[in-house]
């Protein structure tokens, strides 16, 4: 099994910041890239920062500048954070973690999913 665990949502006023937690965990041989996605209501899910397991990182062009997503590996965890600063109303959503992560040296990668975490930004 692999279990994503997000943490660090919450409510916060405009140009306000809040840092996102995403830990992966459990029978893993590689993760090849974490990421973190968002889905506002009546809106399809799009990708706001990913980082590879090399460091080479990318984000959407709106919120380029204001977010960074960084990685921390330790034996047998990774756990990727988004530390989002300048926040805006649209940036309101449900923000949700992403791990590519191969079982096992032969098998193939697969996306797994948390269960996501509510950022509400206030105007």
């Known amino acids: 099994q692999v279990q994503v665990v997000e943490s660090g949502g919450g409510l916060v006023q405009a140009g306000g910041s809040l840092r996102l937690s995403c830990a992966a965990s459990?029978?893993?041989?590689?993760?090849?890239?974490m990421g973190w996605y968002r889905q506002a209501p009546g809106k399809q899910r799009e990708l706001v920062a990913i980082?590879?397991?090399?460091?080479?990182?990318?984000?959407a062009d709106s919120v380029k500048g204001r977010f960074t997503i960084s990685r921390d590996n330790t034996k047998n965890t990774v756990t990727v954070y988004l530390q989002m600063n300048s926040l805006k109303p649209e940036d309101t959503a449900i923000y949700y973690c992403?791990?590519?992560?191969?079982?096992?040296?032969?098998?193939?990668?697969?996306?797994?999913w948390g269960q996501g975490t509510q950022v509400t930004v206030s105007s």
């Open positions: 992403n791990a590519l992560v191969a079982r096992y040296y032969y098998s193939d990668s697969l996306n797994y």
């Open positions: 459990g029978t893993i041989f590689s993760i090849n890239a």
């Open positions: 980082i590879t397991d090399v460091g080479s990182t990318n984000y």
